[in-house]
Structures are given as C-alpha cells and as structure tokens.
C-alpha cells in the first residue's frame, strides 16, 4: 500500500527530499510558493558528506556536467593578502571521506534535483500553491493552501525555509534573529576577469569585521563571490530589497589588501542578502511532531560560515527516506527516529558556524592567535573530520 507524502517548499531541501523518499516508494506532493523555478542565490560549497549522498542517488554524471572540483582551499589575511594555510581538496580528500568536494550554483544544483524527480518519480509539484496551514484528522494531516486546495497524506514535511509558515504553526517559537551580519553575493564570468584575478579553488580572506570568500562554479567557468560584512537592517525583511550597492561594500573593506580590493570592484553587480539564524536546535521535539516534521532551514538555519546549509538539507532528506522505509506503518515513530538522528548533528553545525564567524571576523589578540594557528597546523585545524565523515547510519 502506498505512503503519501506533502512536501512544503520547492528549495534544494524540499526537493531532495522529494527525491529521497519517491526512490523508497512514497508519493509524494511538493509545493512551492514560488510560480517558477529560475535563478535563485548563487553559489554553495558541498563537502564529501554531501557528495557522497548525490553519488548515492545516482547524481554523479549530473554533478560532473554542472559542479567544479577546485584543488584546495586558501586562507589568507584580507589585510595583506598572506596565504594562512591550505588545505587540499584533492584525491587525499577522496581518500579519506569517500567523496570529492565540490562548489555549485545554487540554480544548477536545484536544477539536476529537479530532473532527477521528473526522470525517475511521479513527483507531483504544484507551483504558486504553497501550503499556509495544516491540521491533523485522525491518521493523517491535511495541509491546506494559499488558494484554499486541501492535501492529505500519512506525514507532512517543512521544508519551507527560514520564514518556514510549517514552523510557525508546528512550534510557534517566534521568527529567526538577525545575525548582524550583511552578505553581498555575486557571479562574475571567469573570461570577464584579468588573468589575475581568475581562480579555481576556493580562498577565504579573512579580516577584521569582515570575510570574503570566492570558488568556481559553473564547471569553472563562472566565480561566485560572498562579502559578509557587519552592519545594521533599515527595513522590515519581509520586504528586503536585495539590490546592493557597491560603493558601500568597498567602503567596509577599504583596509584590505590590493588584490581582493581589486576583485570587489572588477564584480560588476551584487545582490544583498540579511543574514540570520535560530539558535542551534535543542531536542528531537523541535525537528518532529507526530506526523510533521521540519527540514533544512525550516528547521536548523545557520550562518554560512561551515559551508553546510544546503548541505544539512540534503543529509536531512536521506536520513528521512531511510527513517520511513525502516518504518513504512508508523510514521510518527518513523519522523521521531529522524530527528532523534539528526537534532545534535545539526545542532553542532549551528554552533560552529556561529563561532567560525567570530573568529573569521576577528580583531586583535584573537586574530593574531587564529593566524598563528592556521599557520602552525594548517590541515589539521581547516579539516573538519567529524562532518565529512557524514552522518551515523544509526
């Protein structure tokens, strides 16, 4: 007998989990606010823990087409430009986790999702229909949408966003803080740049209140560039006008050093993003309840600065497809096994982002210890073992 599934939110989670639980006999039917999938954010970073899920899924070739493989990542002192230390993303990280490491556009990766879904499942997506409310009616929950349609299915699955509308009627916890953190977000076309300015690896530069971190995407061709720099929101983010100006990026890193002032101005546009968060998830509770569950930002948002955002959706899509088909007849028991598996994982990645942007922004003593460090132990301090060995299979 087959299990129903309603998906909210057509994002990069909502979609993985489309994909995950269809491959284990699901039916699902995702709905997304928006009335078009197009060009949404920029780039993201997908550690082995990542990769290694897609390569599960048959996403391999779909990657090779779409995603780079830079060599290692760079970090350097935004002031003078001095190379901290590296870390090798290279065959040595294949090795040790499984998998490559590789950065994507954010459109490409929701794109190859999306093909997987229509090539392989009778996924059912519904665009400007997105779910406002739900309720519960005996063994099943009735999601109901903007437009007054009413879906029924065994579970219900937030994967709505940071402003997750699934959220707010399953814990009713208020909305997300604002970081005080601003992020400009551009992509500039490799042959646009001075041979000086191309890369194909990843480099963080870091300096005081503020980072900029830059990685190919497009299979190299294009280069995604993220400022974070500390100010303050004027308007109301329900309304956020994500238009940037550029004289006022390069006023904040007027103290940086030529070359990456240099490549802030070469950037011919910038989109501006308010970044904010949760505080890092503090029981299975709050991932689950019954027959509804959250995913991805709608249930851990985070800063970016562990590169895992989308990553911790993905993760969570394939732990839930595992969650249900170990438990097709008890689907409450099947969504508290999930979140029982993924709240402190996610949970510590919420907390070391936190603290990475702290000590990525640093001033003083507290930069002069990082540098020292970075610079003493390289690998050791920049790999993160713990999160690329991917999730426990229990």
Known sequence: MSRELLIAGGGIGGMAAALACARVGWVVDLHERSDAFGEVGAGIQLGPNVVRVLEGWGLTGALERFAAFPPHLAIRDALNGRELGRLDLDESVVRRYGARYATIHRADMHSLLLQALQDTTSTRIHLSNWISSFELAGDRVVGSTITGMQYSADALIGADGLWSR??????????????????????????????????????????????????????????????????????????????????????????????????????????????????????????ALGRVALLGDAAHPMRPYLAQGAGMAIEDAAVLAQSLEAAPGDVPSALEAYAKRRWQRCARVQARSARNGRIFHARGPMKWGRDWTIAAFGRWVLDVPWLYRGYTAS
């Open 166 to 287: 699934v959220r707010e009627v399953m814990l009713g916890d208020g909305t997300p803080r604002f970081s005080g953190h601003l992020a400009y977000r551009a992509l500039v076309a490799q042959s646009d740049l001075p041979a000086s300015l191309r890369s194909q690896h990843v480099t963080s530069w870091l300096g005081p209140r503020f980072h900029v971190v830059q990685y190919p995407v497009k299979a190299g061709r294009m280069l995604n560039v993220v400022a974070v720099v500390h100010g303050r929101i004027d308007q109301d983010l329900d309304h956020w006008d994500h238009g940037a100006n550029a004289a006022d990026l390069q006023a904040a890193l007027f103290s940086a050093c030529a070359p990456l002032r240099q490549l802030i101005a070469a950037v011919p546009a910038w989109r501006l993003w308010a970044l904010c968060d949760r505080p890092p998830v503090g029981s299975a509770q709050e991932m």
